[in-house]
């Protein structure tokens, strides 16, 4: 069946269909990687071997594999998704470590993840940070849906608070750092990006070049950073001259600074405040 599902992905252009035949068969025997290998004679009951067929079916139809299984690994732990969140990235890691490089050299007791989806975010930063409260906001109730399973699945509610509404108005105080991961797909390019509307097309539509919710959470941010707070912006690709432009017009004293991804897009756009 392993063999059969590799086959059939690879004959329809899937990428990685070794690995996607894989992670569909041990979500349909519920088995993690040993014990899939340990029992690799294993032979499928009919209705394994038609769930694993349906899987198949769903993925051929450009369903993410992500949202078939409804995990997704980010920042080494498993997160519960979706088709109401996006599917994390492995680039949006990068916001993770900037933060957790911050609050290693300089006091940092509260932060706010805005657009949070699935929590993948707040979560990884609770759990290296548990002393420090995490508000993690999202516009989409259905989103907060998923973010609090993600909380309680890693132990973290009495750290991450959960609140709806748009960008910072829900915060209850200034806090020491923003954190961004927000729409950034430019509108033209959406229907490329997000081809069969797996994925809500609110937490990718960022307008005509991509920066329309970027900016208006920048506007906002004076009023939300305490002195001397931090504010972390994940952008795409192109985009960052307008970012730090914009950012250096709203905080002409702040320290501003490009990081890049292990593709050396530069991908986070870090701002320390005086």
């Known amino acids: 069946m392993l063999r059969q599902g590799r086959e059939t992905l690879t004959a329809n252009s899937v990428e990685d269909a070794g690995l996607e035949a894989e992670v569909l068969l041990r979500h349909t025997l519920s088995f993690d990687r040993v ?32 949202y078939i299984t409804g995990h997704r690994e980010f920042y080494g732990r498993d997160f519960y998704v979706d088709n109401n969140v996006l599917i994390p990235r492995p680039e949006s890691e990068l916001l993770v470590e900037t933060a957790l490089g911050l609050a290693a050299n300089r006091p940092v007791h509260t932060i706010a993840d805005i657009g949070t989806g699935s929590g993948a975010i707040a979560v990884s930063l609770a759990l290296s940070l548990p002393q420090t409260r995490i508000y993690a906001v999202d516009i989409s109730p259905a989103a907060l849906k998923v973010a609090q399973i993600n909380c309680r699945k890693h132990g973290v509610t009495d750290v991450v608070q959960l609140l709806q509404g748009d960008l910072l108005d829900p915060l209850p105080e200034p806090v020491d750092m923003i954190l961004a991961n927000l729409p950034y797909v430019r509108e033209e390019e959406l229907p490329q990006v997000n081809t069969w509307h797996f994925e809500p097309s609110t937490a990718l539509n960022g307008g005509h070049d991509g920066l329309d919710t970027i900016r208006r959470l920048c506007t906002q941010a004076g009023s939300k950073l305490r002195p001397g707070g931090a504010v972390l912006l994940e952008i795409g690709l192109g985009q960052s001259e307008a970012a730090t432009a914009f950012c250096h017009h709203l905080f002409p004293a702040a320290e501003i600074k490009l990081i890049p991804d292990g593709n050396g897009i530069d991908r986070v756009v870090r701002l320390l405040t005086a």
């Open 35 to 66: 014990q899939f290998y340990l029992q690799q004679d294993r032979e499928l009951s009919a209705e394994e071997n038609e769930n694993f067929r349906q899987s198949l079916r769903r993925r051929l139809n450009n369903e993410p594999t992500a």
